[in-house]
């Protein structure tokens, strides 16, 4: 099976716009999370989808917000980017039946706000 | 609220010696625990958990309620395990959510 993908890999905006990030789970997988990674923080939890809808919610900003597809598919967006923004956002998809789920992660989306 | 502590950043050890990761939890419940390794230019990967009670590549780890850790540990350690090491801990009842620790850079020198 394919692993988890995230587009894009990289990406720069500036001060005040948004962005919005893409994961493709592992094929079958139901749940996706998301995780923010910075060298201060290291590896911190956003929030989780099942079904199209949020079951836990990190404690960010409301700036950052995602949503899951019928496909599983799931989109994170951040509004009015902020330079401590910057970081390695990481998805991760787990099958999520039966209990608590081992995370497969991809390979992260690296965001610079300058 | 959960917590998982790593108490070394970085931990050095020459090839063929023992080595030793610690970790340590807070969480008033049943957790499930896990040991996720990132080797250079690579993705965050599962090493283990608790559950499976398997050894990966030559790893154990132990959940020792008691003490509330779950130390990482390889009898003989190989210069391909430096690496960063995370420790995390997901509630049993909260699914998808991950806490991990701050992790811990093993360099295992020739």
């Known amino acids: 099976k394919a692993g988890v993908t995230q587009t894009p890999r990289y990406l720069i905006k500036t001060r005040g716009q948004q962005v919005t990030l893409s994961c493709s789970p592992i094929s079958g997988h139901r749940s996706v999370s998301w995780y923010q990674q910075t060298p201060g923080q290291g590896l911190q939890f956003l929030f989780e989808?099942?079904?199209?809808?949020?079951?836990n919610k990190g404690n960010f900003p409301g700036r950052f917000s995602g949503r899951q597809f019928s496909n599983s598919r799931s989109e994170m967006n951040v509004s009015t980017l902020e330079l401590g923004d910057s970081a390695l956002y990481l998805c991760a998809s787990s099958l999520a039946t039966g209990g608590p789920g081992t995370q497969y992660f991809g390979p992260g989306t690296r965001l610079l706000v300058l | 609220a959960q917590r998982v502590t790593q108490p070394e950043k970085l931990l050095s050890v020459f090839k063929g010696a023992p080595v030793e990761l610690k970790c340590n939890y807070s969480?008033?419940?049943?957790?499930?625990l896990f040991w996720y390794v990132q080797y250079s230019r690579q993705r965050l990967q599962l090493l283990l958990r608790h559950i499976s009670r398997e050894s990966i590549k030559g790893f154990t780890a132990d959940l020792n309620k008691g003490e509330t850790s779950f130390h990482l540990k390889k009898p003989f350690a190989q210069e391909e395990d430096s690496a960063m090491y995370y420790c995390a801990l997901q509630p049993g009842t909260s699914y998808g959510k991950l806490t991990f620790g701050q992790g811990t850079i093993l360099t295992v020198h020739p």
């Open positions: 989808y099942f079904s199209e809808t949020q079951r």
């Open positions: 969480y008033s419940g049943s957790p499930e």
